[in-house]
């Protein structure tokens, strides 16, 4: 059955996936070589007659190493069908890479060496598989010749895999035996595997049905709004992510519920009647209603998409910074952004056997089960029901790196009745009597940098011109609040995440609140000022101390401890500090006296109104 240049009918996208040596990119090389995709010349200018995975394994790296690093795409028609092949790579250490290719495939193609059997990473590739919604599965039983094309050798394979991958539910699975490297079962069945009565892979490929499995649930996340001020045309562009739309239909406007119909299908050929899911458009709304950039458009009838602020996900980590509960990131869910934290790492994910291990944070390539919570309400559909609305992206809020992604599996509604419950004596009368403004004074710096002996002598200076105050200190917080807190990356984002919340409740009763912790990171340092600045006047103080006077001082000898091995995860020494680039008061403890760094904090608090009262030290 030869491939075509020229093609027809709808397009099928799918992976190849396999242990090294498995076969894949012979495989690749054989469906296009055997089905003339490959120019004649091509193939003798680069020498690849008698090596087909040469025409697939482009990097060098690849070819030296012997291993697929990257996900390569390659693309044929045939009379049926268009292609696009996604060739991924099967190390654990490219998990992220096999998850990018998987992410849009609609089939996987999974290859077995007949002679190895089922190994560990067959596992790990069709957990990953079954992760990313592919509902598809070929189980390609390769190098069948090496095994005498014993039908006892295939069924065999087959049992196994399908015995070991049953708790993934994987909804179809074809095995087919074969050898790429000699073309049986690949193109057209071959001669050598009579007892085989199953189609031949392309053939597989032309007639399996990859239909949406949003089938006619409507969906369409608003990308861009155009106008015309002349027409007064107002139209919402985008592309339709399930189902379809007819000119007239109802729909509804999500988070904010309105519904309308549509009165036109726009496209720069002219109107629609209809448009259906892959088809970019611009709707016009019967209603002049509120619609921005990110609503989702559904048929406001079947069944409709979830609306929540709380949500449980699978999450697979990308970057090599680590995914730490409680630090906020912002999510791309569609073209809506906004900010989502991850409050609880149920679980991490052992894609090698499907075992759950507790964790409190995900490394690059590793998968976790987590709940997430978001700054507002956002329409989204299960992944397994739409993966254009069910599936997310999470953004480093100051890198604007892609570090994770995310696969939508329920809505968690245990905070919808949650509001913040307004008492009749308010935050401005705790402050009036007072006689300030609530504040907010944030020291970091490392472990002996003077943070705390700068806040008391602060919150003396404070208490002696009559103003109410506390100091959170982090040794003193350590031994009530956040004792059950360890000194991980994951704990101190959790220990600085409880002490923003107390100090808001704090500064909410009118007290100036003075923050005395090392707080390491700026991405914690970010929220505190994104949470207490907007309600109260807010300022980062740097303690700025190197670290061989932080550790020639040492006032609780945790340097030498740290030195000496016994102390693990010291900030400064094997765990980073990452000081503030902007902070509102820089104070170069080597340079300068207590009393004239008291006197500067005190000095940004009258300059912002803090302090009304006139201060009697002054006078």
Known sequence: MPLLSGGAGDMLRFITCGSVDDGKSTLIGRLLVDGNAVPDDHLHANGIDGDL?????????????????????????????????????????????????????????????????????????????????????????????????????????AATYRALTAPLALPTVTAIPMSARLGDNVIDLGAHMPWYDGPALLEHLESVDVASPHGGLFRFFVQWITRDEVTTFRGYAGTVLGGSIRAGEEIVVLPSGKQSRIARIVTADGDLAEASVGQAVTLALADEIDVSRGDLLAAPDGRPPQLADQLAAHLLWLDEAPMLPGRPYLMRLGPATMTATVSELKHQLDIDDGTHKAAKQLAANEIGFANLALDRPMPFDRYDDNRDTGGFVLIDRLTNATVGAGMIRFPLRRAANLRWHDFTVNRGQRSAIKGHRPAVLWFTGLSGAGKSTIADGVEKRLLALGHHTYTLDGDNVRHGLNRDLGF???????????????????????????????????????????????????????????????????????????????????????????PPEQPDLHLRTTASTIDAEVEQVLGILRHHGVLDRPDPLRS
């Open 488 to 578: 991980t990356a994951a704990d101190r984002v959790e220990n600085i995440r409880r002490v923003i919340e107390t100090a808001h409740l704090m500064a909410d009763a009118g007290l100036i609140v003075l923050v005395s912790f090392i707080s390491p990171f700026r991405a914690e340092r970010a929220r505190a000022r994104e949470r207490l600045g907007g309600d109260f006047f807010f300022a980062e103080i740097f303690v700025d101390t190197s670290l061989d006077e932080c550790e020639r001082r040492d006032p609780k000898g945790l340097y030498r401890k740290a030195r000496a091995g016994s102390l693990q995860n010291f900030t400064g020494l094997d765990s980073p500090y990452e």
């Open 53 to 157: 995975a040469q025409l697939v394994d482009g990097l060098h790296a690849e070819r030296t190493q012997g291993i697929t690093i990257d996900v390569g795409y390659r693309y044929f028609t045939t009379a049926r069908r268009r292609y696009v092949i996604a060739d991924t790579p099967g190390h654990e250490q490219y998990t992220r890479n096999m998850a990018t290719g998987a992410s849009t495939a609609d089939l996987a193609v999974i290859l077995v060496d007949a002679t190895k059997g089922v190994r560990r990473q067959t596992y790990r590739h069709s957990a990953i598989v079954a992760l990313m919604g592919i509902r598809q599965v070929v189980l390609a039983i390769n190098k069948m010749d090496l095994v005498g094309w014993r039908q006892e050798a295939f069924s065999a394979i």
